[in-house]
């Protein structure tokens, strides 16, 4: 892949996540606490969620950007969004079958990281 190629998809990546962690903390908000709470999830330990994994999705956009030890940032995408795949099933299944892929865009996003991630 080209170096231009390469510096498209790391700044898709950063885009993607930087864009996530502020649309859970503004926008989403809502959105991400009604989702927790068909869950059983309310309170505070909504809030620490909401904030937790907006803050995380903001690390690991800045963190693509600063290419820094970039292969653990790769491994550490690779794991918060096999995490976040996982919960969400268990929370709505049905999010796999949601005409907007929250669900299904997290395989070829993992293609994605693991074509970048250096060997």
């Known amino acids: ?58 690390i690991l956009g800045f963190w693509i950007l600063s290419g820094w030890r970039f292969h653990i940032c790769c491994q550490l995408q690779i794991i918060v969004i096999l995490v976040y795949s996982v919960l969400l099933t268990f929370i709505d299944y049905t999010f796999w079958f949601h005409p907007f892929g929250p669900l299904t865009k997290n395989l070829p996003i993992i293609a994605l990281v693991l074509i970048l991630k250096p060997r």
């Open 1 to 58: 892949m080209s170096e231009r190629m390469v510096l498209i998809a790391r700044l898709s990546l950063a885009f993607l996540w930087i864009s996530t962690g502020l649309t859970s903390l503004t926008f989403g908000r809502e959105l991400g606490y009604s989702v927790l709470a068909s869950a059983g999830m309310t309170g505070t330990l909504a809030h620490v969620a909401v904030y937790f994994g907006s803050l995380l999705d903001l």
